[in-house]
Every structure is written in structure tokens, then in C-alpha cells.
Nanobody, 125 residues
Framework: QLQLVESGGGSVHAGESLRLSCTAS????????MGWFRQAPGKERERVQC????????NFLGSVSGRFAISRDNAKNTIYLQMDRLKPDDTAVYYC??????????????????WGQGTQVTVSS
């Protein structure tokens, strides 16, 4: 089955940037909405951003508005999450996700058909 492989996580200081990548093992990234969730220790997994097949995106977290930007490169079967001006509260495991349809909708866990393995992002003060 299709697999999502994530990369780009790491440890940075507050105010710095990271760019996460998520690459599908097969072609077809252009036929489904995709996006990112994150989960901090002891907390629920939360929606971050989603990108539709046509490139339009939805942000679900006010705390990352203006700092995070999702994008996709269908030729590379890859989506990205550019994270700027990172804060300690952004520390979490970030999960790539492929939805079942072309639209983001509510982009809840029940809408996800494939999950990435997760990549750790740690932001120190």
C-alpha cells in the first residue's frame, strides 16, 4: 500500500525555522487532500494544516497562523510544511496524513487513510 515517509524534523531554538517533507512511496499524491497533524506528549493529536488537490490550503490552528505554510509538489509526490518563527509550544511529533478525498473538509483523524511515521520537532527557549 501507499506509504508516507517524513523528514526534516530536528531541534532548533525559538525563532528559527524548519521545513518538513512528506513523500509518498507511489505516484498519486495529486488525487487526495493531504496535510499535517501534530501531537505533544500527554496531549491529543491536533490538526495543523491541510492542502487540497488544487493547492488551496486550510489552517486549523490559530497559534501557527502566519508562521506555518503548507505546499505540495505533485511531480515529486511530496508535501511540505514550512515552519517559521518557531516557538517552544510547537514542540511535538508531526504526522503527515493523506485524506480520502480531494477536499480538506474538517480534516479529522477519521478522514485519514494513510499516516506518516511521524517526525520530532523540538523547539527550545
Amino acid at each position: 500500500q501507499l506509504q508516507l515517509v517524513e523528514s526534516g524534523g530536528g531541534s532548533v531554538h525559538a525563532g528559527e525555522s524548519l521545513r518538513l517533507s512528506c513523500t509518498a512511496s507511489t505516484s498519486g499524491v495529486d488525487d487526495s487532500a493531504m496535510g499535517w497533524f501534530r501531537q505533544a506528549p500527554g496531549k491529543e493529536r491536533e490538526r495543523v494544516q491541510c492542502i487540497k488537490t488544487n493547492g488551496g490550503s486550510t489552517n486549523f490552528l490559530g497559534s501557527v497562523s502566519g508562521r506555518f505554510a503548507i505546499s505540495r509538489d505533485n511531480a515529486k509526490n511530496t508535501i511540505y510544511l514550512q515552519m517559521d518563527r518557531l516557538k517552544p509550544d510547537d514542540t511535538a511529533v508531526y504526522y503527515c496524513a493523506r485524506a480520502r478525498g480531494h477536499l480538506c473538509g474538517l480534516f479529522e483523524p477519521g478522514d485519514i487513510e494513510v499516516w506518516g511515521q511521524g517526525t520530532q520537532v523540538t523547539v527550545s527557549s
